[in-house]
RNA sequence: GGGCCUGUAGCUCAGCCGGUUAGAGCACUGUGCUGAUAACGCAGGGGUCAGUGGUUCGAGUCCACUCAGGCCCA
């Protein structure tokens, strides 16, 4: 071996390495090269694939949920960029809405609308604007250090002018098909944000264990004496506004008499667990027999005129919990309001905007709703009209912002007629691809089948304007929705080019309605869902502008979102397409479960257990971040979250593929290989051209099998086949091939170096959507520097494709074989306490089927060097040095036999093994009796195993079995004290910091023995440990080792040996 | 109250069409190997496969119910 000094071609590498050092510096070379907007820019012109970002509120900081999301966002569109299709990534920004308000309230100290009014709605909404961008630098150094490769340069936001004029388009689309209306229904309402709620904020806001006062009322019934109807409530405050009480008509009534004379009613169900013992009951009913019955109203506070206080019928009644008696009040219920208006019933509305009773309800005028309840309750039972009170714990609603409980209330507000479409939602959602599957036809398609108006309306301010005017003349019923600025001129008469499209602007913009009156808008401004759900559409300005961009982008390939957005953005986007376009908004969907703490309960600010995702980025770095989220649990589960699992994936995988690359760079360097010397390109070299060796062969099959597999993962959407199989080979690769082939790369042997270039470089391009930098910290140093044609990054070259003439499945087949063979032979060494530096005679395997036993003779050497044996052989019942058994098999025997699988295994395991064994290895069935019964038993139906008999230790798993011999000849001991000798050699050439190639003088000061075993074996040790002099020192002749040198001292066999070494 | 999902070793997760002795990684203990590896190999301890009942020759796997957690709806 000569040494020549040449400059390295690759740049060194260290073994240690900083990630996220690593990861800074690769930052920068995408920022210098411009990576990001060249693997858009340099292809144009391929086929598109659309992606869209589901914006973010950047009112707030971004939490490692946001991480998660990101990571999964960004793999499709790296992978499809490779694939050669131009892919804009647009961002966007969400900046509408009642979150933005509130944090901008809070910041002001104002509560309430009144005081927003009085603080001034321009300046209100000015403050607005600039909250919602608070954090854009945060989240925009976020996204690039995690390496989410979206745009936001050109990010849409959804409060520029563009993008509320498209907005106003979609709702005039919807005005024409008249599917927006104006309607009366019972809303979720907050009364402190002065704003009904949608149905997907409402779910927002649930929470389990609300106390609530339980109350059971009694209504005094007309012309019974001392009779009453006895219903329940837990909203004492809505029953001045009472109006009927319900039953089930088919439901069984009791009237019963309580110990104090009082009559009663109420469901049969119901009596024994609601009444007070001692009651007797006087007559079985049922519910429609109850029906009209009238009763004496509880108040009178509203002069009414229709007949009403008496009982209906309502097929929601359940005996599930109260009396079987439902206390009716239209104004805040939403089954009361349909009953209501089933049977004429005046709707009572009590309470104003704010939650408080209006003047009319002396006792409590002014006063909040929720406040009043205890008081209502006592006034009650002062009355004597109130049989029990206590409190309850349910499930209730509040503001999911302002944590204050909502009210039901009946509430004029506008609507887009949704479920109008609904057959149309469920059907276009058919054709959409949901991971995971579940969602499509459960989470999501029950919330389609159960669909409902969508509540658009908000009495806000900052937020899309409904672009409705309306007639302020006395009775008029006049209304226009305008549809662009353009026509808003138009009306106006006047040029409007600087109009701010928000509120208080377009509130002063006017003209005279045909009936006299003036147009004026209408306060309300959009649900922020609706923003977001148009942005197909909005971020584009369409139809005023980009009408072919939007053709290209009209629909997504791929949006990924957490489950919360199944009643979010999931719905909003499925809804506003559906409406106006007749089709789905998008074609494949990952749904993310939520990320839970490491002890698996929610992250929440409150419990102090988030996790801050700088400081995932700033210990363990993005990839190992990413790695983890992808690797971690299937999407769709929800996954527990910490820094230490982050950490396992560095030291588990992320190292394991540095140390094989920097193995690779080193012996590269030294052997002064070079892969442009052997062929033009190294994109485009073929590492099979040039190798016979079997461990190549292997590594490249398996790397195709590779390649196909991530590839066919990619194109469904499975993340998890696209990245665990990758860490499965890269521990093959370090510790099966590389560790197998280390002495053909300390030759330099250029097939093996060619080969794991070739390796390592495709492994950095299938890492290239998942883990970014790694995979472009390889490709730089083993593509970029050495080929000046190579595309500058990965993320700019082409995606590797499968060499299906590279692909052996026998061969992978046969070295699982191995492994699981040198795995069993490794075990009964360390049964017989055999360390591997002593070679045995022999191995015995036994496999399962005859094509195992043929895998293992085909890379027999392999199996003789791993295991450090002379000879393999086959367990095989024929020969004397094995105990045999039958096993018959369950699947098959249990299949033809059925219940007598049991009887015939009890059966053979009593017959004599060998008898058995013999009739089956010669391909004969056996006839098998048990009670009376014969069962054929053929040879493919049972498995013959057989277990070597004794000077074997032995190992065994799932049928397989492998046994060493533990007998040691004199010439194996001698070789294994060889060994032995070298890797103490080794050692102190380590310890004298040598080079790997310098020539060395070995000096072994031992007893006769030891050199009996250098006459036999001296030729070894001299070459393993290149030493050019092998001087035997012996002691009793006077002979020392020379005292300068470190010496070591070792045991062979009970003989004391001292070695040291000099540079020649 | 209803729907969807989840429940397998201390932790994170595999486990196919029901079929041989339920696996991997981490952690722990012991041991071996090492001229790439912050690694690696081997062994050990650690499991009522959440529970109960059912179907079946056979259930972690299929069915029913229950419990716990998560999410959603009312």
Same mark, same amino acid.
């Given at each position: 071996?000569?040494?020549?000094?040449?400059?390295?071609?690759? @740049?060194?590498?260290?073994?240690?390495?900083?990630?996220?050092?690593?990861?800074?510096?690769?930052?920068?070379?995408?920022?210098?090269?411009?990576?990001?907007?060249?693997?858009?820019?340099?292809?144009?012109? $391929?086929?598109?694939?659309?992606?869209?970002?589901?914006?973010?509120?950047?009112?707030?900081?971004? $939490?490692?949920?946001?991480?998660?999301?990101?990571?999964?966002?960004?793999?499709?569109?790296?992978?499809?960029?490779?694939?050669?299709?131009?892919?804009?990534?647009? *961002?966007?920004?969400?900046?509408?809405?009642?979150?933005?308000?509130?944090?901008?309230?809070?910041?002001?100290?104002?509560?309430?609308?009144?005081?927003?009014?009085?603080?001034?709605?321009?300046?209100?909404?000015?403050?607005?604007?600039?909250?919602?961008? &608070?954090?854009?630098?945060?989240?925009?150094?976020?996204?690039?250090?995690?390496?989410? #490769?979206?745009?936001? !340069?050109?990010?849409?936001?959804?409060?520029?002018?563009?993008?509320?004029?498209? +907005?106003?388009?979609?709702?005039?689309?919807?005005?024409? !098909?008249?599917?927006?209306?104006?309607?009366?229904?019972?809303?979720?309402?907050?009364?402190?944000?002065?704003?009904?709620?949608?149905?997907?904020?409402?779910?927002?806001?649930?929470?389990?264990?609300?106390? =609530?006062?339980?109350?059971?009322?009694?209504?005094?019934?007309?012309?019974?004496?001392?009779?009453?109807? +006895?219903?329940?409530?837990?909203?004492?405050?809505?029953?001045?506004?009472?109006?009927?009480?319900?039953?089930?008509?088919?439901?069984?009534?009791?009237?019963?008499?309580?110990?104090?004379?009082?009559?009663?009613?109420?469901?049969?169900?119901?009596?024994?667990?609601?009444? !007070?013992?001692?009651?007797?009951?006087?007559?079985?009913?049922?519910?429609?027999?109850?029906?009209?019955?009238?009763?004496?109203?509880?108040?009178?506070?509203?002069?009414?005129?229709?007949?009403?206080?008496?009982?209906?019928?309502?097929?929601?009644?359940?005996?599930?919990?109260?009396?079987?008696?439902?206390?009716?009040?239209?104004?805040?219920?939403?089954?009361?309001?349909?009953?209501?208006?089933?049977?004429?019933?005046?709707?009572?509305?009590?309470?104003?905007?704010? $939650?408080?009773?209006?003047?009319?309800?002396?006792?409590?005028?002014?006063?909040?709703?929720?406040?009043?309840?205890?008081?209502?309750?006592?006034?009650?039972?002062?009355?004597?009209?109130?049989?029990?009170? *206590?409190?309850?714990?349910?499930?209730?609603?509040?503001?999911?912002?302002?944590?204050?409980?909502?009210?039901?209330?009946?509430?004029?507000?506008?609507?887009?007629?949704?479920?109008?479409?609904?057959?149309?939602?469920?059907?276009?959602?058919?054709?959409?691809? #949901?991971?995971?599957?579940?969602?499509?036809?459960?989470?999501?398609?029950?919330?389609?089948?159960?669909?409902? =108006?969508?509540?658009?309306?908000?009495?806000?301010?900052?937020?899309?304007?409904?672009?409705?005017?309306?007639?302020?003349?006395?009775?008029?019923?006049?209304?226009?929705?305008?549809?662009?600025?353009?026509?808003?001129?138009?009306?106006?008469?006047?040029?409007?080019?600087?109009?701010?499209?928000?509120?208080?602007?377009?509130?002063?913009?006017?003209?005279?309605?045909?009936?006299? $009156?003036?147009?004026?808008?209408?306060?309300?401004?959009?649900?922020?869902?609706?923003?977001?759900?148009?942005?197909?559409?909005?971020?584009?300005?369409?139809?005023?502008?980009?009408?072919?961009?939007?053709?290209?982008?009209?629909?997504?390939? %791929?949006?990924?979102?957490?489950?919360?957005?199944?009643?979010?953005?999931?719905?909003?986007?499925?809804?506003?397409?559906?409406?106006?376009?007749?089709?789905?908004?998008?074609?494949?969907?990952?749904?993310?479960?939520?990320?839970?703490?490491?002890?698996?309960?929610?992250?929440?600010?409150?419990?102090?257990?988030?996790?801050?995702?700088?400081?995932?980025?700033?210990?363990?770095?993005?990839?190992?971040?990413?790695?983890?989220?992808?690797?971690?649990?299937?999407?769709?589960?929800?996954?527990?979250?910490?820094?230490?699992?982050?950490?396992?994936?560095?030291?588990?995988?992320?190292?394991?593929?540095?140390?094989?690359?920097?193995?690779?760079?080193?012996?590269?360097?030294?052997?002064?290989?070079?892969?442009?010397?052997?062929?033009?390109?190294?994109?485009?070299?073929?590492?099979?051209?040039?190798?016979?060796?079997?461990?190549?062969?292997?590594?490249?099959? &398996?790397?195709? +099998?590779?390649?196909?597999?991530?590839?066919?993962?990619?194109?469904?959407?499975?993340?998890?086949?696209?990245?665990?199989?990758?860490?499965?080979?890269?521990?093959?690769?370090?510790?099966? %091939?590389?560790?197998?082939?280390?002495?053909?790369?300390?030759?330099?042997?250029?097939?093996?170096?060619?080969?794991?270039?070739?390796?390592?470089?495709?492994?950095?391009?299938?890492?290239?959507?998942?883990?970014?930098?790694?995979?472009?910290?390889?490709?730089?140093?083993?593509?970029?520097?050495?080929?000046?044609?190579?595309?500058?990054?990965?993320?700019?070259?082409? #995606?590797?494709?499968?060499?299906?003439?590279?692909?052996?499945?026998?061969?992978?087949?046969?070295?699982?074989?191995?492994?699981?063979?040198?795995?069993?032979?490794?075990?009964?060494?360390?049964?017989?306490?055999? !360390?591997?530096?002593?070679?045995?005679?022999?191995?015995?395997?036994?496999?399962?089927?005859?094509?195992?036993?043929?895998?293992?003779?085909?890379?027999?050497?392999?199996?003789?060097?791993?295991?450090?044996?002379?000879?393999?052989?086959?367990?095989?019942?024929?020969?004397?040095?094995?105990?045999?058994?039958?096993?018959?098999?369950?699947?098959?025997?249990?299949?033809?036999?059925?219940?007598?699988?049991?009887?015939?295994?009890?059966?053979?395991?009593?017959?004599?093994?060998?008898?058995?064994?013999?009739?089956?290895?010669?391909?004969?069935?056996?006839?098998?009796?048990?009670?009376?019964?014969?069962?054929?038993?053929?040879?493919?139906?049972?498995?013959?195993?057989?277990?070597?008999?004794?000077?074997?230790?032995?190992?065994?798993?799932?049928?397989?079995?492998?046994?060493?011999?533990?007998?040691?000849?004199?010439?194996?001991?001698?070789?294994?004290?060889?060994?032995?000798?070298?890797?103490?050699? @080794?050692?102190?050439?380590?310890?004298?910091?040598?080079?790997?190639?310098?020539?060395?003088?070995?000096?072994? &000061?031992?007893?006769?023995?030891?050199?009996?075993?250098?006459?036999?074996?001296?030729?070894?040790?001299? &070459?393993?440990?290149?030493?050019?002099?092998?001087?035997?020192?012996?002691?009793?002749?006077?002979?020392?080792?020379?005292?300068?040198?470190?010496?070591?001292?070792?045991?062979?066999?009970?003989?004391?040996?001292?070695?040291?070494?000099?540079?020649?």
């Amino acid at each position: 071996m000569t040494q020549t000094k040449v400059e390295p071609k690759f @740049q060194a590498v260290k073994a240690a390495v900083n990630y996220p050092e690593m990861e800074e510096k690769i930052l920068q070379l995408w920022r210098d090269q411009d990576v990001f907007q060249r693997s858009m820019r340099e292809r144009e012109g $391929g086929p598109h694939y659309v992606f869209y970002e589901g914006p973010p509120t950047a009112n707030g900081r971004p $939490g490692i949920h946001h991480v998660l999301a990101r990571a999964f966002k960004d793999i499709f569109p790296r992978y499809k960029t490779m694939n050669g299709y131009f892919v804009q990534r647009r *961002g966007g920004w969400d900046t509408h809405g009642l979150p933005v308000e509130i944090e901008v309230e809070k910041r002001l100290g104002l509560s309430g609308k009144q005081q927003i009014e009085a603080f001034g709605v321009e300046e209100f909404n000015r403050r607005c604007r600039e909250s919602t961008m &608070e954090y854009i630098g945060e989240w925009e150094k976020l996204t690039e250090r995690m390496a989410f #490769w979206v745009d936001l !340069k050109t990010a849409y936001v959804t409060f520029h002018n563009e993008y509320v004029e498209s +907005l106003w388009w979609i709702m005039r689309q919807l005005w024409d !098909k008249n599917l927006l209306f104006q309607g009366y229904k019972v809303v979720p309402y907050c009364p402190r944000c002065g704003t009904p709620l949608s149905s997907h904020e409402l779910s927002l806001g649930y929470k389990e264990g609300t106390v =609530d006062p339980s109350v059971y009322v009694k209504f005094k019934v007309l012309d019974q004496e001392n009779t009453y109807l +006895l219903a329940w409530t837990t909203t004492p405050w809505t029953l001045p506004g009472n109006v009927a009480l319900a039953v089930g008509e088919k439901l069984a009534y009791v009237k019963v008499r309580e110990a104090d004379g009082t009559l009663l009613y109420l469901a049969a169900a119901l009596a024994e667990q609601v009444l !007070k013992p001692g009651f007797e009951v006087l007559e079985q009913l049922k519910g429609r027999d109850l029906l009209g019955m009238h009763y004496e109203p509880l108040y009178r506070f509203y002069p009414v005129e229709q007949d009403y206080a008496y009982v209906v019928a309502g097929d929601f009644v359940s005996t599930d919990d109260g009396t079987g008696i439902v206390h009716i009040a239209p104004a805040f219920g939403q089954d009361d309001m349909e009953v209501g208006r089933k049977n004429n019933l005046p709707l009572i509305m009590t309470v104003d905007a704010a $939650g408080r009773f209006k003047a009319e309800v002396q006792p409590w005028a002014g006063v909040f709703v929720k406040t009043a309840d205890p008081d209502i309750t006592a006034e009650l039972k002062s009355r004597g009209l109130l049989y029990k009170a *206590g409190t309850m714990e349910h499930t209730y609603p509040f503001c999911w912002r302002c944590d204050s409980p909502l009210l039901y209330y009946a509430k004029e507000t506008w609507y887009i007629r949704t479920s109008q479409v609904r057959d149309q939602l469920v059907a276009l959602n058919e054709q959409i691809n #949901w991971y995971p599957e579940h969602i499509k036809e459960g989470r999501f398609g029950n919330w389609l089948e159960n669909n409902v =108006d969508w509540a658009l309306g908000r009495d806000r301010y900052w937020g899309t304007p409904l672009p409705i005017w309306k007639s302020d003349a006395p009775d008029s019923k006049y209304m226009e929705c305008i549809g662009s600025v353009a026509e808003l001129e138009a009306k106006a008469g006047r040029k409007l080019d600087n109009l701010d499209l928000h509120r208080p602007y377009v509130d002063n913009v006017t003209w005279t309605a045909p009936d006299g $009156g003036t147009m004026r808008r209408v306060t309300e401004v959009a649900d922020c869902w609706f923003d977001s759900g148009s942005m197909p559409v909005a971020q584009w300005h369409y139809p005023f502008e980009n009408q072919a961009k939007w053709e290209e982008q009209a629909q997504a390939d %791929y949006i990924c979102e957490a489950i919360d957005q199944t009643r979010g953005w999931f719905y909003t986007l499925h809804a506003v397409s559906t409406l106006l376009f007749d089709r789905p908004a998008y074609k494949n969907v990952i749904c993310l479960g939520h990320i839970l703490a490491e002890d698996g309960s929610k992250m929440s600010k409150s419990k102090g257990n988030v996790v801050n995702p700088w400081d995932m980025m700033n210990d363990y770095g993005a990839d190992a971040t990413r790695w983890y989220m992808y690797t971690a649990s299937p999407p769709g589960n929800s996954r527990r979250f910490s820094g230490n699992l982050v950490g396992e994936t560095v030291r588990k995988f992320l190292n394991t593929l540095w140390n094989t690359y920097s193995f690779f760079v080193t012996y590269a360097n030294l052997s002064d290989w070079n892969v442009t010397n052997e062929n033009s390109s190294v994109s485009t070299q073929h590492a099979s051209d040039a190798t016979s060796h079997m461990l190549d062969h292997w590594v490249l099959s &398996e790397l195709n +099998l590779l390649v196909r597999n991530v590839t066919a993962a990619m194109e469904a959407y499975d993340v998890l086949g696209a990245t665990r199989p990758i860490a499965e080979f890269v521990d093959n690769l370090s510790n099966w %091939y590389v560790r197998l082939s280390r002495r053909r790369f300390w030759d330099g042997d250029p097939a093996a170096l060619r080969t794991l270039h070739k390796v390592l470089v495709t492994v950095s391009q299938l890492l290239a959507p998942t883990t970014p930098f790694i995979a472009d910290e390889l490709y730089q140093n083993l593509v970029v520097n050495l080929d000046g044609h190579a595309p500058n990054s990965v993320h700019l070259s082409r #995606w590797p494709v499968v060499d299906q003439s590279l692909i052996d499945e026998q061969l992978s087949t046969d070295m699982q074989m191995v492994q699981k063979v040198t795995s069993l032979g490794h075990a009964g060494r360390q049964n017989a306490n055999l !360390k591997v530096r002593q070679p045995l005679a022999q191995v015995v395997v036994r496999t399962r089927q005859r094509e195992e036993r043929a895998s293992l003779e085909r890379l027999q050497q392999l199996v003789l060097d791993e295991l450090n044996v002379k000879r393999l052989d086959f367990a095989d019942a024929a020969t004397d040095l094995v105990d045999v058994s039958v096993f018959p098999y369950p699947k098959q025997l249990g299949q033809k036999y059925g219940k007598g699988y049991p009887k015939i295994r009890q059966a053979m395991s009593q017959m004599d093994q060998a008898e058995l064994a013999a009739h089956f290895q010669a391909g004969e069935s056996v006839e098998v009796t048990v009670d009376e019964q014969v069962y054929v038993i053929a040879p493919e139906d049972v498995e013959v195993r057989s277990a070597p008999r004794s000077g074997y230790s032995v190992a065994e798993d799932g049928g397989y079995l492998v046994a060493v011999t533990t007998d040691l000849s004199t010439g194996l001991v001698q070789e294994g004290y060889a060994r032995e000798l070298v890797r103490y050699v @080794q050692q102190l050439r380590k310890d004298a910091n040598l080079a790997i190639s310098d020539r060395i003088v070995t000096y072994v &000061e031992a007893s006769s023995m030891i050199h009996d075993v250098l006459a036999h074996f001296g030729d070894y040790v001299r &070459e393993e440990t290149l030493s050019v002099d092998l001087v035997q020192v012996h002691p009793a002749q006077g002979q020392t080792i020379p005292a300068h040198l470190p010496k070591a001292n070792l045991e062979l066999g009970g003989n004391e040996v001292t070695i040291a070494v000099s540079k020649k």
